[in-house]
């Protein structure tokens, strides 16, 4: 009973809270009415991207109802507002992932092996196109896209190239694929069994988040039922297979990008995991079976603080949720574990040079706030693809805050900042009022289909844009400090010859493999989407027998049909 008292006792003596309120209206009514007379502020509102009113100064009396153990704890332990471990980077720092991939897997693989030789220490892939929407490289619809964003990956040969030579027991790898992510994940599966490393020692993330994809990516290929049916799959044979492997990253990356606010993005990432967990739970999977490898991705903007907040605030708020919502029961299931980017959509074409400030910033934050893993963008992918060196800067940009900066040393050091605190309260209650919202107009997919959320982020992209054309939202070179400058030199592109090299490899495979395999197990795979029986198991053998991605998803497509964007104005 003792220890439970003194779990709630507040802060902060209402006595002393009172005159402190008192003397701050004072300094607020007396000091700065008189200096604001003489020189106005820079603005007559400030605010951050939330909406959010940012006050002259902070005090506790914006924190009055802030107890330590409810809303903050002590990190690793519940709501987990101050980190998922005990020791955060005093033990290990993030995991420094830079997200990589071009033209053909072989030269993808001599790009994975520079950046491990430079201390990165996870894998991420990104994929071309083609891939991500479910087409071989030989498709009509992926002519002139093959290699481009991304590498290519048709079949299993050529995920074989891609981690040539790269050990998958001892490197941990994260996919950013999301409708044909079970067939990128049984590729990987059986690349490792071809390595001799069980599926049980493999590390990673597949980000397999569809619904993020209808409302701002759209790389999607099937319906939302079909395409739930294949991530709770995929939740379903990871649990026995694949324990070590994350199933999810669920995405405010690309809400971001898109032009949420920061709460907006928590908001309808959370919203998203919602439905994900549900989804799970309705095909009668136990919360604490997967929900231990649900990750999340978010995005790390420029407004540091806010960004800190953010991040605070969806730890706290999915902790309460799995608690709270699905009662789940083991720690791990409501630990929001998460892999952060920089902020593509702040990177710019003008003076590129200003973009490794930006993302040195936005490190700073996604560290400060207690990220898991890490990729930093390099300076030029607002022009192309990055090269060598950019990518370099960007890498050394993280060892650069983890071993000099300081503020590794210590865990969540802005902790009990009055500013952060309330902000972090302030971002919480802006998500919870729109996941209110979600729920009754029935869930995130009811929601993207009616066009609320996409909705809601149009409105916010327009806000932001038109501050930085009307002058009031400044960025550095584009409408203020501008400077002339010549076109830029050394840029990275992809040989157009990609393409062709991609379709004489596929008809290579085509005519070397066993065909009359092939169709055997692409039937059996179309028969059992059907019904409802697991379809991992089947995508596998029908990647073991080198189907490529496009026939695989193919027969998917024929069953399944394919996902219609609705018009949201």
């Known amino acids: 009973r003792m220890f439970k008292l003194k779990r709630r006792v507040n802060m902060f003596d209402k006595e002393k809270l009172g005159q402190l309120k008192k003397a701050h209206e004072e300094w607020e009514n007396t000091t700065n009415t008189k200096v604001v007379a003489k020189r106005p502020e820079r603005k007559k509102k400030f ?3 939330s909406g959010i009113e940012i006050k002259r100064a902070y005090t506790p009396v914006d924190i009055e109802d802030l107890d330590y153990y409810r809303d903050l704890s002590n990190p690793g332990d519940y709501p987990y507002t101050r980190g998922v471990q005990p020791t955060m980077y005093r033990g290990k720092f993030w995991t420094m992932r830079q997200y990589a991939g071009f033209a053909t897997a072989e030269e993808s693989n001599k790009r994975y092996k520079y950046l491990l030789e430079q201390g990165q220490t996870g894998l991420s892939v990104a994929f071309d196109l083609p891939t991500q929407i479910g087409y071989d490289s030989d498709h009509a619809l992926s002519e002139g896209e093959v290699g481009k964003v991304g590498v290519a990956i048709d079949s299993l040969k050529d995920m074989e190239i891609l981690f040539d030579g790269i050990p998958l027991d001892k490197v941990s790898t994260s996919m950013t694929i999301n409708a044909p992510a ?3 994940l049984a590729m990987y599966i059986a690349v490792a069994e071809k390595q001799g490393v069980s599926s049980d ?9 569809i619904l993020k994809e209808y409302i701002a990516r759209g790389t ?7 395409s739930m049916r294949l991530i709770t799959n995929i939740f379903e044979y ?3 297979s694949v324990p070590k492997w994350n199933t999810i990253s669920i995405s405010g990356y690309h809400i971001r990008e898109a032009g949420s606010t920061a709460a907006q993005e928590v908001a309808f990432t959370l919203a998203d995991g919602i439905a994900y967990v549900e989804a799970a739970v309705k095909a009668g999977l136990d ?5 231990p490898r649900l990750s999340f991705f978010f995005n790390s903007h420029n407004e540091i603080l806010e960004e800190v907040a953010k991040f605070r605030a969806a730890r706290r708020l999915w902790a309460k949720i799995m608690k709270e919502r699905f009662k789940a029961k083991s720690p791990k299931s409501m630990m929001l574990r998460f892999h952060t980017q920089t902020a593509g959509c702040t990177l710019t074409a003008q003076q590129p040079d200003n973009n490794i400030v930006r993302v040195a910033m936005q490190t700073l934050a996604a560290v400060l706030g207690g990220t898991q893993s890490l990729h930093t963008n390099s300076r030029d992918e607002a022009l192309a693809l990055p090269t060598e060196d950019s990518v370099r800067i960007a890498l050394r940009t993280q060892q650069i805050v983890a071993y000099e900066s300081g503020v590794t040393e210590t865990i969540d050091p802005l902790a009990g900042s009055y500013y952060i605190e309330s902000l972090t309260d302030q971002i919480e209650q802006k998500a919870a009022e729109y996941l209110n919202k979600i729920d009754e107009l029935g869930g995130a997919a009811k929601a993207i289909e009616r066009g609320y959320v996409q909705k809601e982020i149009q409105d916010s992209a327009y806000k932001y844009q038109k501050e930085i054309e009307e002058g009031e939202r400044i960025v550095v070179g584009v409408n203020k400090f501008q400077i002339h400058e010549s076109a830029p030199k050394g840029l990275l592109k992809v040989d157009p010859k990609v393409g062709e090299l991609q379709k004489k490899k596929l008809a290579e495979l085509r005519s070397s493999r066993d065909n009359e395999k092939v169709n055997a197990t692409l039937e059996t795979l179309k028969n059992a989407a059907k019904g409802n029986d697991n ?3 089947l995508i596998l053998d029908a990647v073991r027998a080198y189907a490529t991605l496009g026939e695989i998803c193919g027969v998917l497509r024929e069953v399944f049909g394919e996902y219609q964007q609705s018009i949201v104005l």
């Open 47 to 49: 605010e951050t991207s």
């Open 287 to 291: 919360v604490d079976e997967f929900g």
């Open 201 to 209: 020692q493999l590390s990673g993330t597949i980000q397999n988040d």
């Open 182 to 184: 079970s067939v990128l």
């Open 238 to 240: 990871c649990s026995e």
């Open 220 to 226: 999607y290929i099937f319906p939302v039922d079909p």
């Open 535 to 537: 379809l991992m198991p």
